[in-house]
């Protein structure tokens, strides 16, 4: 296994683990308390951009988040996340995972928009 391939592996973890960690707010939040919700939103939030700092590792390219179309998307996931929660907890768990696709499809989005971001041509 590559180091690349051993970087995205990584990367698909932690993606999963965010989403796991913003659905838990939108449960907690709407199950206890908000304010508690968003200070789980933190850590969900400081991993998705490990992921993408991880994604652009393995790209060849520095660890930082270099457009900020790539934060609002990032923005717009773990919103939809925070909702499939919510949903979860308030309309059952059919309504959590067609809201969880949809936030995993946007991410899935940004990650390939930033990879496609990076590739250099050559002459």
């Given amino acids: 296994m590559t180091a690349s391939h051993r970087l995205r592996v990584a990367v698909l973890a932690l993606t999963l683990l965010s989403g796991l960690v913003m659905m838990s707010a939108g449960y907690v939040g709407q199950r206890e308390s908000w304010t508690t919700a968003w200070l789980i939103t933190i850590p969900g939030g400081i991993v998705i951009l490990a992921a993408f700092a991880l994604a652009r590792r393995a790209d060849g390219v520095d660890g930082r988040i270099a457009r900020p179309g790539a934060i609002g998307r990032i923005l717009l996931s773990g919103g939809v996340m925070v909702f ?36 250099v041509t050559t002459r």
Wanted: without cysteine; hydrophobic residues 60%.
């Fill in 84 to 119: 499939a929660g919510y949903a979860g907890s308030a309309w059952g768990w059919g309504a959590a995972l067609a809201l969880a696709t949809l936030g995993g499809l946007i991410i899935a989005m940004a990650l390939a928009l930033a990879r496609r971001g990076t590739e």
